[in-house]
């Protein structure tokens, strides 16, 4: 149910985005253990849909943030320019 007065709504898979790019930065983290990094170009997919993004594979398992905490910190404060 739609608020009165509220502008419409689309989902986040509308095809009206397709073509559109993320303009914030985007940091993308996957598992160098697991099969995305093998299977696919992972920064390289991210890079089509945004216009700053960067990333790369982490030595953790599924959950970077409890396998590698500090790597993934470190990626964060990179990302937000933190020291």
Not at 70 to 82: I, K, P
Request: glycine content about 10%; some cysteine; charged content about 20%.
């Amino acid at each position: 149910m739609q608020a009165q007065g509220a502008p419409p709504t689309r989902r986040a898979s509308s095809p009206a985005d397709l073509n559109k790019q993320i303009a914030c930065p985007v940091l993308a983290l996957w598992s160098e253990r697991g099969p995305i990094g093998r299977l696919f170009n992972v920064l390289a997919i991210w890079k089509e849909r945004g216009t700053n993004v960067t990333g790369k594979g982490l030595a953790g398992g599924h959950y970077l943030q409890e396998d590698v905490p500090d790597q993934v910190v470190a990626e964060v404060q990179t990302l937000v320019g933190a020291r």
